[in-house]
């Protein structure tokens, strides 16, 4: 099973499930600075508030220039992969597709979350 989130849903959503699970993310102290990013937290909030922990799904959020965040539902364990910048770009219609199609090539050939994400 596999979701895709999209910058824009997380941006206008956030607060509703923040809210939901009284989001006061508390990061430990050696965690990755991304585990504190509000894509990772979100997922993370989403999982509590429809409570599916038992089922083993794959989450996926990307935040454009910035990479993709995934999480691991049944672990809770999430992952990040920062974007590799080009050089030059001569366009990025269609990028997102791409990515997309990938990440279920990878999953449907039985890679984990941070193989399809890298």
């Known amino acids: 099973k596999f979701v895709l989130f999209s910058q ?3 941006e206008a959503n ?3 499930f923040f809210a939901q699970t009284s989001d006061h993310t508390c990061i430990q102290e050696n965690a990755e600075e991304w585990e504190g990013h509000m894509a990772m937290r979100c997922l993370r909030a989403i999982r509590a508030t ?5 089922l ?3 989450w996926i959020c990307t935040w454009g220039e910035h990479g993709a965040f995934g999480l691991q539902t049944t672990t809770n ?9 080009q050089a030059a770009v ?3 219609l269609g990028a997102g597709d791409t990515f997309l199609a990938t ?3 990878e999953l449907l ?6 193989r399809t994400l890298h």
């Open 50 to 54: 429809v409570g599916v922990a038992s």
């Open 77 to 85: 364990r999430g992952f990040y992969e920062p974007a590799h910048k």
């Open 56 to 58: 083993d799904a794959t």
């Open 8 to 10: 824009p849903f997380v």
């Open 90 to 92: 001569v366009d990025s």
């Open 103 to 105: 990440c279920l090539h």
């Open 109 to 114: 050939g039985g890679s984990d979350v941070r």
């Open 14 to 16: 956030h607060d509703f």
